[in-house]
């Protein structure tokens, strides 16, 4: 069966850090781009992070330049997320997911967004509230 987990969200201070991991299961990650995407209440999903498959390529939307670090594990089929410098309007059910279009972010870095219908394999989310 493929499928990602998400975890590592929880309630955390403004200005505090999280780790979120992207488990993989009956796929490679290593195979396929991958993206954060989160949706806050009330709002669209977004995609602020991308890491290529095999190209070093990775995007960062604005709001994430800076505070958040995608990475990859492939010991362990995971793919993080670092998020420092956290902000309430970060507060979000975030998700990753694999793009089946493409092997690289390039195409968002030169577009400056992540196109969700090219991703699929979503997992349920991990909550991240930021709050003090």
């Known amino acids: 069966q493929v499928q990602v987990v998400e975890s590592g969200g929880g309630l955390v201070r403004p200005g505090g850090s999280l780790r979120l991991s992207c488990l993989a299961s009956g796929f490679t990650l290593d195979d396929y781009a991958i993206g954060w995407f989160r949706q806050a209440p009330g709002k669209e999903r977004e995609g602020f992070s991308c890491?290529?498959?095999?190209?070093?390529?990775?995007y960062y939307s604005d709001s994430a330049k800076g505070r958040f670090t995608i990475s990859r594990d492939s010991a362990r089929n995971t793919v993080y997320l670092q998020m420092d410098s956290l902000r309430p309007e970060d507060t979000a059910v975030y998700y990753c997911?694999?793009?089946?279009?493409?092997?690289?972010?390039?195409?968002?870095?030169?577009?400056?967004?992540?196109?969700?219908?090219?991703?699929?394999?979503w997992g349920q989310g991990t909550r991240v509230t930021v709050s003090s």
């Open positions: 997911a694999a793009n089946l279009m493409r092997r690289s972010c390039s195409s968002a870095q030169s577009m400056g967004t992540m196109l969700r219908y090219e991703y699929d394999y």
């Open positions: 890491v290529g498959a095999g190209d070093g390529s990775t």
